[in-house]
């Protein structure tokens, strides 16, 4: 159950065990844990990808979403649910295309609801959907960046999660998942790894080992407290920022 938030699908996490409720501790705590019922597939990061719902929580099953039976209020639910900002691109096949499963009821959201499936939907299913029609989604949140540096692909490392702005633990994160962040930022491949220091405050602790087993970036998330941050440089874009004396540009 969620307590002390302002609705039912907010607050802190507690769990029962052996008839006792209890507290959730955040350690190791990460966004494919909590996230539930929407989600985007096959995109760059959690905040793009082909559109799919999981209508029945005790059911695994995930369904895609006909691009038809979606607007843009729709969309605008989804990226707020997923802390992605507001939806930039909305169209067909962006992200692969799958015959089956399909979500079959039309969503109708109003816009200001917090969840896809808190939406009302249309009582008439859809036996099928076109070839290419699956509903792809880009949420325009800015997730990776590199802040402070002579160009946009270095500097210190942080990262927008569920809407919160962090940087990001220095110690156990690998080249190997460095190289990831380089490739999402379109920054050619890493070339060093430096500490910085910040004041103590909350940051984002990525998991090595949960990137190198092969899972999603945004999977292997999760809070941590430190002032020790990470220094990031990239080896791509940089040359081409001095050539045009723009930071940053391409």
Known sequence: RLVGGSSGCSGGLELKLLGEWSPVNDYRWNLKIASDGVRLLNGSSRCSGRLQVKPNPSDQTWSSVCEADLD???AQVVCRELGCGAPSVLQGALY???QTP???PEFQCGGHESALLDCRSSGSARSSC???KAAGLTCSGDEVRLVGGASRCAGRLELKVLGEQRPVRKDGFSLKTAALVCEHLNCGSAVSLQPTYVSYQSIWRIHSQCVQSGSDLWNCVSPWSSSRTLK???SGQQGADRQTGRPGGR
């Open 72 to 74: 843009l209020q729709d």
């Open 232 to 234: 990031l440089t990239c």
């Open 102 to 104: 399909r979500w079959s």
């Open 130 to 132: 076109s070839p290419g």
């Open 96 to 98: 692969g295309d799958v």
